[in-house]
């Protein structure tokens, strides 16, 4: 199984609290990427990344940055959480070239 | 640009039945398509996979053909069981800075 490890799986938080999420891979892959997960809208790109340091938006990023300092550690960090944020997160990675993706086991954030 | 569209769900069917899952994509390139699984409280994991067009990708009694004249993919197995209740997501990969395009997912119940 491909090592992609998220955390933490679940937190609670209150409205207005910063939250960051951690995606950390031991595949060496170039590519990574944090998806959210709703009922009824399927996976939705928020930010992905193309290399260290190198990061674009994705169809949902308000509310969201992201950074990677380094090849295996992916952060999404939710500056001031709101209650529409309450999702399960998923990141990804894929090597590119049309390889398939590995995903995390999901992160709940449920904002109250 | 690059998209998917999926069957949307759910589907519900007694055992031993036959499954299709409708899959189109819009592409530029040749993209690679895959078909993920994703069972409660988990993941996506991959399904299958095929990498240009005539392909067939097939894995546990699972088959998709990469039609690029139909630009389709559908997803189809000859007699499901209860254990392939979960959710499929059909998706695309391959493009420019390494995105991946999903689906938004069919709900498959199996009914014994």
């Known amino acids: 199984d491909a090592g992609i490890t998220q955390s933490p799986r679940h937190k609670v938080t209150e409205t207005g609290t910063p939250v960051t999420l951690r995606c950390h891979q031991t595949?060496?892959?170039?590519?990574m990427y944090w998806y959210r997960q709703d009922p009824g809208h399927g996976l939705r790109l928020i930010h992905y990344?193309?290399?260290?340091?190198?990061?674009d938006k994705g169809e949902v990023s308000d509310g969201y940055s992201v950074s990677r300092s380094k090849t295996e550690d992916f952060l999404l960090t939710l500056e001031s959480a709101t209650s529409s944020q309450t999702s399960v997160y998923f990141c990804?990675?894929?090597?590119?070239?049309?390889?398939?993706?590995?995903f995390g086991q999901g992160t709940r954030l449920t904002v109250v | 640009g690059n998209s998917v569209t999926q069957m949307e769900g759910p589907v519900t069917l007694s055992e031993e039945a036959f499954l299709t899952i409708n899959c189109t994509y819009t592409?530029?390139?040749?993209?690679?398509l895959f078909w993920y699984v994703q069972y409660p409280g988990e993941g996506l994991q991959l399904l299958l996979k095929?990498?240009?067009?005539?392909d067939k990708g097939s894995n546990k009694g699972f088959e998709a053909t990469y039609r690029k004249e139909t630009t389709s993919f559908h997803l189809e197995k000859g007699s499901v069981q209860v254990s392939d209740s979960a959710v499929y997501f059909c998706?695309?990969?391959?493009?420019?800075?390494?995105?991946?395009?999903f689906g938004r997912g069919t709900q498959l119940t199996v009914w014994p």
């Open positions: 990344s193309y290399g260290v340091k190198d990061t």
């Open positions: 095929a990498t240009k067009a005539d």
């Open positions: 595949e060496n892959h170039r590519y």
């Open positions: 592409a530029t390139g040749y993209p690679s």
């Open positions: 998706a695309l990969g391959g493009s420019t800075l390494g995105r991946l395009y």
């Open positions: 990804a990675t894929t090597g590119g070239g049309g390889t398939e993706a590995f």
